[in-house]
């Protein structure tokens, strides 16, 4: 089997919207060569309903199932979900080639359609684990972002396998480090993961820095609900005088933004180090060439790309050695890993597991 003119299913766990993850980036590229693809992300009300189209012309369709299915006998599930996803065929208009799940709380059943539509079950992140060993027996392939993630798969699916996040390569060009020093962290400003009295601390400690936030902190196809202690940090964040809120940016507006920036950070707390193992955004901050300073990634613990530190100290030093131009010059590196990992050069990595289907 060929990723080329097929009718392909793609089960997200988020909307279509302004922030584009790894199953938007999929979708697209498997648009580019020629798939017919449909979006199928999350329903306000029960049944699939078209939700019209991206602005690349990709049609979206609303799907949400009926409740307690995890509870239920597979037989008795299994028919169900083969009747929901006659409903998707019907907004769609025609039946699936593949489906490519990034889903296991929805239509876990892979197999409900029969044996003739095949299945990929691709986990991006450790927390999507709600029906995962019922979606990873009943795919035909499974693929996963890091190495904890790749172990609990192959305890169902014998054919799972590491793959890293894709990449759109938009290298910035090289800018020297003025005065002033720009670092900016790119995503979810109130992702949970990120360690927030660090955040905090490193803003207080460098005035003569500003401190760029490129990503949503209001409800959007990312971010759902914001409780009380978003609300604080975010206070905290906007009370500093050397932070700038940029919002969500526009995918085409961010080679803008990051043009203008010296450097990124990332700064995930130790205790996520599992499920922050492989954040989408590390592709897209590598692919600008720019420094990266970061507490320690698992996946990327072993590639000479980022500029990892151990502490807080050691976090500091790194800012210190990038105001005074003596960090590492990796831009040829970060360069040549993005070129390596773009998304058409993923598909083909995909192919090869499934030529033989």
Not at 280 to 286: G, R
Not at 288 to 301: A, E, N, Q, R, V
Request: net charge neutral; hydrophobic share 40%; charged share 20%.
């Amino acid at each position: 089997m060929e990723l080329k003119n097929q009718h392909i299913f793609l089960l997200s766990t988020e909307f279509w919207g302004s922030h584009y993850l790894s199953k938007h980036h999929y979708a697209l590229a498997l648009k580019a060569l020629g798939n017919e693809v449909y979006f199928i992300q999350p329903g306000k009300k029960k049944g699939a309903f078209c939700a019209g189209e991206s602005p690349e012309g990709i049609p979206l369709i609303d799907f949400k199932p009926s409740s307690g299915q995890r509870h239920l006998p597979k037989s008795i599930a299994l028919n169900i979900q083969k009747r929901e996803w006659q409903k998707i065929i019907t907004v769609a208009g025609h039946l699936p080639d593949m489906i490519w799940s990034f889903d296991n709380s929805r239509l876990f059943h892979l197999d409900a359609l029969g044996g003739d539509v095949k299945s990929i079950h691709h986990v991006v992140d450790l927390n999507q684990d709600f029906e995962l060993g019922f979606a990873a027996s009943s795919a035909n392939l499974c693929l996963g972002t890091t190495r904890f993630i790749v172990d609990k798969l192959k305890r169902h699916q014998d054919e799972s396998h590491f793959l890293h996040h894709g990449c759109v390569a938009k290298p910035c060009e090289p800018k020297s480090i003025q005065e002033r020093l720009q670092l900016a962290y790119l995503g979810n400003v109130l992702l949970r993961f990120v360690d927030r009295p660090f955040v905090l601390s490193m803003i207080e400690r460098y005035p003569e820095i500003d401190f760029h936030f490129i990503g949503g902190y209001t409800q959007n196809n990312l971010i759902h609900t914001i409780a009380s202690e978003d609300r604080e940090y975010l206070e905290r964040l906007q009370a500093l005088p050397n932070t700038i809120l940029h919002g969500a940016v526009p995918q085409d507006q961010l080679q803008v933004a990051f043009e203008k920036m010296d450097a990124f950070f990332i700064v995930y707390a130790k205790e996520h180090y599992a499920q922050a193992a492989n954040p989408h955004k590390v592709m897209e901050l590598i692919s600008s060439g720019k420094p990266i300073l970061s507490f320690t990634i698992d996946t990327f613990k072993t590639e000479k790309l980022l500029h990892f530190a151990d502490d807080a100290a050691h976090f500091f030093e790194l800012i210190d050695q990038l105001k005074n131009g003596q960090l590492t010059d990796r831009r040829s590196e970060q360069l040549a890993f993005a070129e390596r990992h773009s998304y058409p050069k993923q598909i083909q990595k995909i192919t090869s597991w499934i030529s033989h289907w």
